[in-house]
């Protein structure tokens, strides 16, 4: 057996050698084997990677494995044929028998079959076949869509496939309709998401002694940072979803309202009309994690960060105005 394999692997290394790389397309699904693409493998390595899956495909049929277990086999095989050997037609010859396997234990509408159609979709757009790709990419997407919803992953990624195939064809119209379905698809994901973060708002409040904001200081500007750096800063440490400002006398009852309320961290990035409101609407830090460590450390990132920023609107008040004209100024 040694010897077999041995003799094996010198042949794949062989044929490795002269094998040109081939454009890879395509993605595989969760059960699929993930092949590294770049760097690609060296012969040696890929050769054994080979032969230990011909040879667990060997086993499984001589271990009498169910012929599931051996349809998945044919598929890690392929899909190593295909991605890193570039031998599109044993590719296409073990997807179609993992494919035939598949359909006698599953129905035609199963999310392994659906993996499978979408792998033989993608070689078949490699081989240039693009009507038949097409075909294979809608019926994929037809059982994921069915079976796993349009926010899942694997359906979107199906979905972006088919718009690579319109985009090479020039297919503007097709394009089009299928970019607006995915972006609709991502945005209710997104709300899915959403639907379940914890949400908290720190308001900024006014030192003590200090009646009303001074029309000079920038104050969104102090909490936001140069390009938003502060809140970047505390969004990464704390591990929260979303901190960004809004208006404090503004809070939102839902999270439709919530996240509504982002717009405005738009016009306090700007230093514009939110720093000139100032003097009526005090900001607040909006939070929006998912879960309560990450809502904790977020919430008292923000308290220090605000504390700095009440320690630095003090001591500007307490500057002559001239002074902090000039200063404003620079």
Known sequence: RSTRLLFVAHVVE????????HKRYGTQGRASL???RSPPLAPRADACKLCACQEQHAVSQRAGASPLQVAHSLNLL????????GNLQEAERLYQRSLDIRER????HSDRVAQTLHNLASLARAQGMEDRAEALYKECLEIRRDLAGVTHPETQRTAEQLVVLYRAQGRTEQLTRMQAMIS????????????????EVVPFQLPAGLGRMPSDFKLNSHIIGAKGVHLKHIQKESGAAHVFLGPADKPATDA???VSSAVDKVCAATGGAADA???TALPAIFIEAASEQALARARELCI???ANVQSTLSRWSRRPTHDREQRGNN
């Open 14 to 21: 062989r044929e490795a050698a002269t094998c040109r790389p």
């Open 34 to 36: 993930i092949c590294p």
């Open 78 to 85: 392929a899909n190593l044929m295909y991605y890193q050997r």
């Open 105 to 108: 234990y599953y129905m035609r």
């Open 184 to 199: 609709a698809w991502r945005r209710q994901s997104s709300a899915d998401v959403s639907a379940h973060w914890l949400r």
């Open 256 to 258: 439709a309202n919530f």
């Open 277 to 279: 409101a100032s003097n």
């Open 304 to 306: 220090a960060h605000l």
